[in-house]
């Protein structure tokens, strides 16, 4: 009875995790207008082992970057969340300080901020000559293997077995169901599908290897897609020697005083992701530096004493800005969050001039819709 009740909390924790900045979508409202219905549905499910994934939501996005979405159902979600409790906890203890994305205290500024303290170290406080290298995996997402997923997560829950809420065989079978559904078989199409043409195959589930790719969105793909490299990280560390070095999902730098160091790395840096981890490294993606002239990380750009918003959070802060200026909205507060999405990194990043000048054209902006002062600075 005990172990019902712990699995039921567990699943009404996972709800109200799912739930926040959800509130007012559809899906949501229509689980919790039946809510414990639900969450023992979905209890029995699970312990019967009858639970399956759902349809998906598929949509194309266009900004930062063109890419493919897959939004679960808000059952889904709940899963994901229950599962994401149990599991992060266990994966955090093996994954190294300097990966950075989807991580409690975490995230990119963190990010940003200790590659910034990297170089800052690698070149004794910018008084010697060291050198960068950034690096990127081709189709992260769309080329991570679920048989070699699956076989890290086993691992880990085998390992832990004894402190796990749940039974083992459970939460695997969970794992297994979240991992190798395949949302394309059954999906509701938000974009025209006009919209895949000229989306490269390795940036979509629908041109993927058989048994590979993770849908970007959902909460378990991002703590998968920070555990499958955790060997790898360690590798780069242990093996290869490389101190400073540090991950955000699948965009990496390493940094030493000896340029050759670094160029004598990536070949073997090549065949570990090709060989062991079934991945390929972007061949048009390698950038190394010496560390004077910067490197761009996360969306900004870091030099020594300073750091800068990169081109492609400037375009996107100048067409917000532009969307509210012409009038292009149906909802001006809306847009304000999404400008100030924008505007929050400036004051974190040595970008005072254009502050100043965001901060002038958005008064003049905000003028024409004759908008309370008052209600800008509660946004």
């Known amino acids: 009875m005990k172990y019902k009740e712990d699995i039921l909390q567990m ?18 409202l229509l689980f919790e207008l039946h809510l414990e219905d639900n969450i023992f549905n979905l209890y029995h499910d699970i312990v019967n082992k009858t639970y399956t994934p759902g349809t998906s939501i598929c949509f194309v996005v266009n900004k930062p970057v063109k890419r493919e979405i897959f939004a679960a159902n808000f059952r889904d979600r709940v899963v994901h969340h229950f599962i994401f409790n149990i599991l992060n906890p266990l994966v955090e203890k093996i994954l190294l300080h300097d990966v950075y994305s989807c991580r ?46 699956f076989d890290k997560i086993e691992a880990i829950i085998d390992q832990n077995e004894l402190f796990l809420p749940i039974q083992s065989n459970l939460l695997k079978y969970l794992v297994s169901e979240n991992i190798y559904h395949n949302p394309t078989k059954d999906c509701v199409f938000q974009s025209h599908k006009s919209e895949w043409s000229n989306l490269p195959k390795n940036k979509s589930l629908f041109g993927t290897n058989q048994n590979c790719g993770l849908p970007i969105g959902n909460l378990t793909s991002q703590l998968y897609g920070n555990l499958y490299l955790n060997e790898f990280d360690h590798f780069i560390k242990k093996e290869l020697g490389i101190k400073q070095y540090g ?8 940094m030493h005083t000896d340029k050759s160091v670094l ?53 996107g802060l100048y067409n917000a800005l532009a969307k509210i200026n012409n009038g292009f909205f149906t909802s001006l507060q809306v847009e304000l969050e999404r400008l100030q999405s924008y505007t929050s990194m400036l004051k974190h990043h040595n970008c005072f001039a254009l502050q100043k000048q965001i901060d002038l054209l958005l008064e003049f902006a905000l003028s024409k819709h004759k908008y309370s002062p008052l209600k800008l600075q509660n946004v």
């Open 104 to 149: 409690k205290n975490k995230g990119t500024l963190f990010g940003i901020n200790r590659a910034y303290s990297k170089m800052q170290s690698c070149s004794n406080n910018f008084k010697e000559k060291a050198f960068v290298m950034k690096l990127d995996i081709a189709g992260y997402f769309m080329n991570i293997n679920k048989n070699l997923l």
């Open 247 to 254: 991950r955000y999902v699948d965009d990496f730098y390493l």
């Open 263 to 315: 160029i004598g790395v990536i070949e073997k840096i090549k065949l570990r992701l090709l060989h062991i981890d079934k991945l390929k490294l972007h061949p048009k993606k390698i950038y190394l530096q010496n560390i004077y002239n910067g490197f761009g990380f996360l969306g900004i750009y870091i030099l020594p004493y300073r750091k800068y918003i990169g081109k492609r959070i400037k375009t």
């Open 11 to 28: 699943l009404f924790k996972a709800y109200f995790d799912a739930r926040k900045h959800k509130r007012n979508k559809q899906s949501q």
